[in-house]
């Protein structure tokens, strides 16, 4: 008889987490025999009555490798210390995993879904493997996430389209992305689609060096420029506050300029994960199978220096990756041109 | 010796502008020796000191298919009659064009460019052959436009990424595409997309009928819906309008519900033309060639029924194409489940 | 109670096909209460034992719009007049198609298809309405058919990437597309794709004009040269012949000339469907529930002029749309510098 | 007065070519004020009469960035010491190279290139940084190359289209991708476009193995199986020899079975290199202008653990990176299903 194993993804989506939920399912059900029950919307399934549990076999996973979303769907507001009528349920979270025999549970999220991870193995002894998922590549304990991949190619086949429109018309367009603590997507994609500006919270931005960098190009003939803005650099609690704060700036500082703000937002998150993002979503699941097999439970699966390993998620809870102002990446996009701003 | 003929791009870009003047040029000058000039940024071009014109080679188009954007640049505010300084320079533009030895101009753009292709004609006796560009679709004067498929792709492309994180998180998803005063885009990509509601200017939308179809969907076990709304259904002077308007009524009929916005805006002129665009653009590109050596200034090319035909320009402006509440198209939408709010 | 109907799919894969089988799942079950019953891999399905038969529901088609492939299966080998044994089973498909109790069935496919529904008609009394399917778009009965855009856009797609690599290294580079009895594709995509040379079944080539072609661009400083074939006008049993003859003509008559061939082949068919086939799939598909609803059984769903309109399938079968080598298309294709050979 | 130095591609093309010479043109013309002279076909544009020598400014890097191919050109016939004609040519390349004032050349290629650069060096004393350039990815000196994931996308997409085809038609199809030597291309696109078979260079495959698989998968009501096949698992210098005998042992081993094959070819070289590849390039072009002006002639820009270091390229040359059999990645492949045959 094979182990009885939970899944469950926690927090917003990410392109890859199919792969991974398929790849747990064709090594612990396909080669292991394990009994893999996936929890829908987090722990709101397992909360709900009757039950929204299912059985994952490889008939549950065809076809959705390259399926945007999750099969198991998520939610923001699975915290079963603070349930959606503000009550700790994680007790009851622990009974009915006990009840179903489930021997532990394989939690794909971020830093939110983790702390509930560490906290539940704390408080209630459920035995948790993470792995990590953050679209904004911002965890501290693994060096990438699935999914950031994905969203970086959105945003930077975005300023690809908006280059023709903006140059055609002699406009000034902004592309708000996300990265709410960190600016990787922005940067990525700053560099890979060829931006003239990149403002990201790492790097604290004034007016006069984003509007003189849009002026410089006037004289040079290029009387047009494309920026891209981390939502983090401006209000993180208002999508396109950002943006619109350095629209602002650049209409305000640049006479005649005519400047135009685009919001990427949900459509970053969606769609078929790129290959690179499958791949890594894979490894990641099967990674998670191995902590598994391996007892190492309340550990994360993690990329380090291009090696899957097993991290404390303890210990790796609250660590950020952040951009470094001083670092390779910034000096490469200063490099080819990008303005910082700062 | 081949004839002397100018070429500008009117109003706001579209994808298959460059391939147009590619099949101008590959025609008219490889093929029939004309000499073919370029004004750079519509009629801004020839009026400016020193004259942004120039010539036109086999040479200047190579790679120019698959871009988007144009070669030539344009503008929405090329309007010799009322030029930026308020001034009409209509018979210094008349000048310059004989002055340059052009027997005629080629000229692509919409119901704009159209009017003023025809006042020009009408008062300075400047001859022109047109080429409808229209984004929207909502010419009257032929079945098709280049350009449109690209952005029905694009906001189609948009409805599958927003799928998935719709149906992960239980949300409603709103989408804002183009179409001022017709709804073509929302309404083929609704279909193409699987949108659940749309909403365009030519369907009077009543809150109660989308928030019904939410509703409903929810008891089906579908906690999420796909709204696309036209711009032009809302206050068309601030994007934006129609489709927060349109979330404001389902978040504020449906409790409980999480509603997002996405305005896509710029993406959809963007981008290298669709493979139909690209050569739709050609066939409009050859038959410009074929009206100015048949000698029929003042008409424009036109789609009808699959053919390219001639129509005089004169009687193609302001005729336009709305979508039919009551024809196959809009029956086919609500067929298939889409609820148009009226 | 509603209609007992069955459905299939005939012939090869196309992009579309689960468009138009969700569109009649859509409106037939979900509106109008039909009960529909899917035949898997054609009438193999209803002639195996246990019969693999499936209830169609609304739950079925979730998510299918945007899969290539059908759900279905298909096959071209579902011929119940000559079934895999060797036998006339069309008598079986009659009495079980009775016994299942289907007033009718709606058959999508190509020739060979709506041939099997003719017959089935004529000597068994089964009732078919048939939708058409053939991605090379030779069908004469209607102006279009789904799937032949998606390939287009492949053909034209893959043209841009050979069009760098052909550049990089001046080289030759011939790409061979479906079409066994006309060029459709190949004629659309070396148009939107940007070909140097296009060959087609209804042309005959001679060696001699595509080698000239070949010279003169090398002589203009363009050392390379991409080739669009058409399989048909090779040996059509050999998939990579015509290529191939294509190939060893310009390699046998520009001395020097480094020559390379690619068959793009099964890739044309995969994949999600571009949003105008998604459209017009769906059009047929509430096409075809409307002509049973009519009970204008023996008619096939058809595009003419825009308009979805029903012809009479014995009408239908054997009339061929075929290039017209005097036409507008070929002659747009030689406007813009297209070397058709002949 | 600012340097003086050349810069050009050797061997095959790859996506990110431009975003090399893009970045070296933006950093060392654009900030630090060098004189950049671009050869034309590698060492050809240098070696022919009049010279095709060019010189470039950011002006000629514009909208390169999205472009497969390179605006250089390059060739694989391009050694010096064994030139077209089987001369040395070398001692002429160096006097050319010192009669224009170059200093140095910047060389992007592979192992080949990397020969020749370390040759040169050696015998006519021209001072060379070089930027590795392998799609296959095997270059032992750096971890990754640019081109590589752009490759495996191509790969990857072209599995997700044979995938609809291969389920609809219940057939198996085999992929042949690039991979002379190693199969790294072969293996990441096996995992993230779910194929079901896997065969690179440094398995040896039993046609048992990989027939007992397909037969399995038959047995669990999946009657239809994609393969992917390195090329150089079969003869190299036989374009297909590797997947049409992947695909022979197959039928031959599977009574019934209909096995088709479709060789990616060119297709994998050319179109817009994915972001990833965007900016590895550029990276290593910042990393190419850092060298020179760090003045460490005689160096390859190489990627480590994800930092952009320096290493001699005499050591470089002849170090291959292959796909280790005992490896994680290979016993990812296996662990959710793929079977590699060996």
């Given at each position: 008889?094979?182990?009885?194993?939970?899944?469950?993804?926690?927090?917003?989506?990410a392109?890859?987490?199919?792969?991974?939920?398929?790849?747990?399912?064709?090594?612990?059900?396909?080669?292991?025999?394990?009994?893999?029950?996936?929890?829908?919307?987090?722990?709101?399934?397992?909360?709900?009555?009757?039950?929204?549990?299912?059985?994952?076999?490889?008939?549950?996973?065809?076809?959705i490798?390259?399926?945007?979303?999750?099969?198991?769907?998520?939610?923001?507001?699975?915290?079963?210390?603070?349930?959606?009528?503000g009550?700790?349920?994680?007790?009851?979270?622990a009974?009915?995993?006990?009840?179903?025999?489930?021997?532990?549970?394989?939690?794909?999220?971020?830093?939110?879904?983790?702390?509930?991870?560490?906290?539940?193995?704390?408080?209630?002894?459920?035995?948790?493997?993470?792995?990590p998922?953050?679209?904004?590549?911002?965890?501290?304990?693994?060096?990438?996430?699935?999914?950031?991949?994905?969203?970086?190619?959105?945003a930077?086949?975005?300023?690809?389209?908006?280059?023709?429109t903006?140059?055609?018309?002699?406009?000034?367009?902004?592309?708000?992305?996300?990265?709410?603590?960190?600016?990787?997507?922005?940067?990525?994609?700053?560099?890979?689609?060829?931006?003239?500006?990149?403002?990201?919270?790492?790097?604290?931005?004034?007016?006069?060096?984003?509007?003189?960098?849009?002026?410089?190009?006037?004289k040079?003939?290029?009387?047009?420029?494309?920026?891209?803005?981390?939502?983090?650099?401006?209000?993180?609690?208002?999508?396109?506050?950002?943006?619109?704060?350095?629209?602002?700036?650049?209409?305000?500082?640049?006479?005649?300029?005519?400047?135009?703000?685009?919001?990427?937002?949900?459509?970053?998150?969606?769609?078929?994960?790129?290959?690179?993002?499958?791949?890594?979503?894979?490894?990641?699941?099967?990674?998670?199978?191995?902590?598994?097999?391996?007892?190492?439970?309340?550990?994360?699966v993690?990329?380090?220096?291009?090696r899957?390993?097993?991290?404390?998620?303890?210990?790796?809870?609250?660590?950020?990756?952040?951009?470094?102002?001083?670092?390779?990446?910034?000096?490469?996009?200063?490099?080819?041109?990008?303005?910082?701003?700062?």
């Amino acid at each position: 008889m094979g182990r009885k194993i939970g899944i469950l993804c926690g927090g917003g989506d990410a392109p890859g987490l199919n792969a991974v939920i398929r790849a747990v399912v064709k090594f612990g059900v396909g080669r292991l025999g394990w009994e893999l029950w996936g929890l829908e919307d987090s722990f709101d399934g397992l909360l709900s009555e009757p039950q929204r549990v299912r059985r994952l076999t490889p008939l549950s996973c065809r076809g959705i490798l390259q399926q945007g979303g999750t099969i198991l769907g998520t939610t923001n507001r699975g915290d079963p210390f603070h349930s959606r009528d503000g009550q700790d349920r994680s007790a009851e979270v622990a009974r009915r995993v006990r009840d179903r025999g489930l021997e532990g549970l394989i939690m794909i999220g971020g830093d939110g879904t983790m702390r509930i991870a560490r906290d539940l193995a704390d408080r209630t002894g459920i035995r948790v493997v993470g792995v990590p998922k953050t679209i904004d590549n911002d965890l501290g304990a693994t060096d990438l996430t699935f999914g950031f991949q994905s969203a970086v190619d959105c945003a930077s086949d975005a300023l690809d389209r908006l280059h023709s429109t903006a140059e055609a018309h002699d406009r000034v367009i902004v592309l708000e992305v996300m990265g709410r603590d960190a600016g990787w997507i922005a940067l990525h994609a700053a560099i890979s689609g060829g931006a003239d500006l990149c403002v990201i919270p790492e790097v604290p931005w004034s007016a006069e060096r984003l509007c003189a960098k849009v002026k410089e190009r006037g004289k040079l003939g290029r009387p047009f420029s494309l920026a891209i803005v981390a939502e983090g650099a401006g209000d993180p609690t208002h999508p396109g506050s950002a943006g619109r704060a350095v629209a602002e700036a650049i209409q305000a500082g640049v006479p005649g300029c005519d400047v135009r703000i685009t919001v990427l937002g949900h459509l970053q998150r969606g769609g078929s994960p790129v290959a690179f993002d499958r791949l890594l979503a894979t490894r990641f699941g099967v990674g998670a199978v191995d902590l598994v097999e391996a007892g190492r439970w309340g550990e994360l699966v993690a990329l380090h220096n291009g090696r899957i390993e097993g991290v404390p998620i303890a210990e790796a809870v609250a660590v950020y990756r952040k951009v470094d102002p001083e670092g390779e990446l910034v000096r490469t996009a200063r490099m080819v041109g990008i303005e910082l701003g700062g």
